[in-house]
């Protein structure tokens, strides 16, 4: 029991174990890996060793064999479970049980290392994407307004420095008002800029904003008619006009959806008429002014 197992009879074994460890390689990372047994190494030699009852060293598991060009020959046919070779070589049984222990942990160390290689070198991870695109754009919509008699369109919009509000042009006499006279002034609408857009547009007259301090107010009234052309909107001429506001306060709207607009870019001309009311305390009205009077058409676009 006390013979050695030689480095060449050892070779000679593992040969015979495994034919294929003499083989070359060309692919593969390069590394080597010793496990110290009965007191010397077999460079690339992967095993398990463990101890039986006999006090014999037993070498189990699966054999990877590197080639002298350090490539991976890959792993060996998996051996048979049990005991594949031993030596006749014995062992103290007095020796410290401390230094057997450590033994088992290098050897299990080194099996640990091997298959953690071997499963970084044999998987692999594949990746790939699937992109898409679009593009949005939005219905083309608008509502412009004309008060020159059709000559010029904008949106004036009065949330817009650069776009205000557009300014009436009334007849003659409406900066020197007297009790009793009328002043009217034409306004157009349309959907769009020339060529119509995406929907209808059902519009509202909103009563007019006006001025904290607005003194001249309360002694005017005002009418709107449609269908009433330009060259037609002169005061008391609005014949059989329909009047979406009849004779009201400046501070009083129309119906809901008074005026519809087509999406075809129809223009809907409107008169504005404005009333002075007879009265006579001149001590109450002469020479006052209303500030800046402001309506609005609120729109909506409609199918």
Known sequence: MSESLSQSRFAALLRRLVPSAGAERSAGPSFSVSIIASGWCYPGFRRMVTRNKENVWNVTGHVWLYSSSAA??????????????????????????????????????????VLGVGAAVTLAAWTDNVFGQAQFSAADWNVQGSFDGGTTWAEYDNTDPLNPVGQFRFSD???????????????????????????????????????????LS??????????????????????????IVDNQPLTQGSAGGAIEL??????????????????????????????????QFAATAVE
């Open 72 to 113: 991976i020959a890959g792993m060996a046919q998996r051996m048979e479970q049990g005991p594949v070779m031993t030596t006749d070589l014995s062992h103290d049984s007095e020796r410290d049980d401390r230094s057997v222990r450590r033994r088992k942990v290098r050897a299990l160390l080194a099996g640990g290392l």
């Open 173 to 215: 006499g409406f900066g020197k008002l007297s009790p009793g006279e009328s002043v009217a002034a034409p306004v157009a609408l349309r959907v769009g800029s020339g060529n119509g857009g995406e929907y209808d547009a059902s519009v509202t007259l909103l009563g007019a904003t006006l001025p904290a301090v607005s003194p």
């Open 218 to 243: 309360d002694f005017l009234e005002y009418s709107v008619y449609t269908g009433v052309a330009p060259g037609d909107c002169t005061p008391l001429n609005m014949g059989g006009a329909t009047a």
């Open 262 to 295: 087509l999406a075809d870019g129809t223009v809907e001309n409107l008169c504005f008429e404005v009333y002075f009311e007879q009265q006579t305390n001149a001590a109450a009205s002469a020479g006052i002014t209303t500030g800046p009077v402001v309506w």
